[in-house]
């Protein structure tokens, strides 16, 4: 499995991430996201911050595509969007069968939420967890929709100490390599299992394409 928080074109401007400088043209951005993604062999990919027209380029995959639509809509701050869809969504791509359980934005957060998907038996979980005070509840919520055997796959905002610590002790996050970050100085992409057993994480190049660096990981359960 692996998640990746893709960066949204206008987070990515708002923000005045390096990225958006990186490549001016968001299409071109898109195009070599969803090649990047297509190329990954995973059986699961969970995917972060993915823009209407990444979406749109994704169900090309031929992978099986759940998608939840965040009630916020990013809007431009510093720069008009280059975007024809500016809708902000969590997606799980999905090799073989699958079945949505549930999707939920955050009560305290329109951006932030999270999408279960039953694969063959194992809750796979997609999220984005918000940063700062918010993120108690939310990962309160996040150990609900994850009975054992789950995974969650996803951007938590914190360190896995503190992410667990919310969780509860069931729950195992995936060991990185020492010295490993997934985005600039911080390590907050986490693969984190309940009832199952994760081995074999690494953090894969982003190629530039966003702030934050794919985390690959196998479950098994």
């Given at each position: ?6 960066l ?17 043209d ?23 911050e993915?823009?209407g027209?990444?979406?749109a380029?994704?169900r ?11 009630p ?16 902000e ?6 090799d ?31 999220t984005?967890?918000?940063w700062?005070n918010?993120?108690?509840d939310q ?7 994850a ?43 986490h693969?984190?299992?309940?009832g ?16 934050h ?7 098994s359960?």
């Amino acid at each position: 499995m692996v998640t990746w928080n893709v960066l949204h074109r206008i987070h990515a401007d708002n923000w005045g991430e390096e990225v958006a400088g990186s490549w001016p043209d968001e299409a071109k951005r898109v195009a070599a996201i969803a090649q990047r993604v297509g190329e990954l062999t995973e059986d699961v990919v969970a995917l972060q911050e993915v823009s209407g027209d990444l979406l749109a380029a994704l169900r090309e995959s031929g992978r099986t595509v759940h998608a939840m639509r965040y009630p916020r809509l990013p809007r431009p701050r510093v720069l008009e969007s280059q975007l024809a869809d500016n809708t902000e969504y969590l997606v799980l791509l999905v090799d073989g069968p699958s079945r949505e359980l549930d999707e939920e934005a955050f009560p305290t957060d329109g951006g932030k939420g999270a999408l279960a998907v039953d694969v063959q038996g194992l809750t796979v979980v997609a999220t984005h967890v918000s940063w700062g005070n918010k993120r108690e509840d939310q990962l309160a919520r996040l150990a609900q929709l994850a009975p054992s055997p789950a995974v969650l796959l996803g951007d938590f905002n914190a360190d896995a100490d503190t992410v667990l610590a919310s969780l509860g002790e069931s729950f195992r996050a995936a060991a990185l390599p020492a010295g490993v970050k997934t985005r600039g100085q911080q390590v907050i992409d986490h693969v984190i299992v309940h009832g199952a057993t994760v081995t074999d994480a690494e953090v894969l190049d982003a190629d530039g394409l966003s702030d934050h660096s794919p985390v690959r990981a196998v479950i098994s359960y």
